[in-house]
């Protein structure tokens, strides 16, 4: 299994533009998860799926953020438009359901200039 | 909401030294998890814990859950430099599918 794969690695972008970062979930795993890393808060949940559906986006910062399932093997997370602040690690995780272990992602890298 | 107290925030032993990281929760822990993180990576699974006095170990690594659900420890012995990175708890509620860390332990291993 290739595990959770996240797309791009890394992304540098000017504030105001549109970032999309994208999710392959493992297969099979019922449950996704969007999170993002910063020095000053650490991890933070955003919003997380069960079979495709949002469940609870109240971590979600404001309306620039968006995110997507549109099917059982691929998420998506959007921020438009994008602004410094906005500069983290985002990851991206799925489980299989209740019991077992949160799978990772390697992460995408963002930077807002 | 659950908070999780990790420490020591930072911790600097000698290779081959015992160490110990300890979590604490505000609220009954229903699912513990520790995770691993070097820097500029993913979070790798250690270890998932769910029962009162719950103990778990792979090969130096031992995590443990006390009677009450409200602290775990991890420790890990003879440390080696591969055991250097960022510790992180987790933990989700009763049937709830919403994972909180910890702000992590980074451990420094000297050689």
């Known amino acids: 299994d290739a595990g959770v794969i996240q797309s791009p690695r890394h992304e540098v972008t000017e504030m105001g533009q549109e970032v999309t970062l994208r999710c392959k979930p493992i297969s099979g795993h019922d449950y996704l998860f969007w999170y993002r890393q910063t020095m000053m808060r650490g991890l933070e949940l955003l919003i997380y799926f069960n079979n495709n559906v949002p469940i609870d986006d109240s971590g979600m910062p404001e309306d620039r953020f968006s995110a997507k399932m549109p099917n059982a093997s691929f998420s998506t997370l959007k921020i438009q438009p994008s602004e410094p602040r906005d500069s983290a690690v985002y990851f991206c995780?799925?489980?299989?359901?209740?019991?077992?272990?949160?799978?990772f992602g390697s992460g995408t890298r963002l930077t807002v200039v | 909401s659950q908070e999780l107290e990790q420490s020591p925030q930072s911790l600097i032993v000698q290779e081959g030294k015992n160490l110990t990281i300890n979590c604490t929760s505000s609220?009954?822990?229903?699912?513990l998890y520790w995770y691993k993180q070097k820097y500029g990576e993913g979070l790798i699974f250690l270890m998932m814990?769910?029962?009162?006095?719950e103990e778990k170990s792979h090969e130096k690594i031992t995590a443990k859950l006390d009677e009450k659900k409200q602290q775990s420890s991890l420790h890990i012995t003879a440390s080696q430099p591969s055991h250097a990175g960022i510790y992180l708890c987790g933990a989700d509620g009763q049937g709830a599918q919403k994972l909180v860390f910890g702000q992590g332990t980074r451990l420094t291993i000297n050689p």
């Open positions: 995780a799925s489980r299989l359901s209740a019991n077992y272990g949160y799978t």
């Open positions: 814990l769910q029962k009162g006095g």
């Open positions: 609220k009954t822990l229903y699912g």
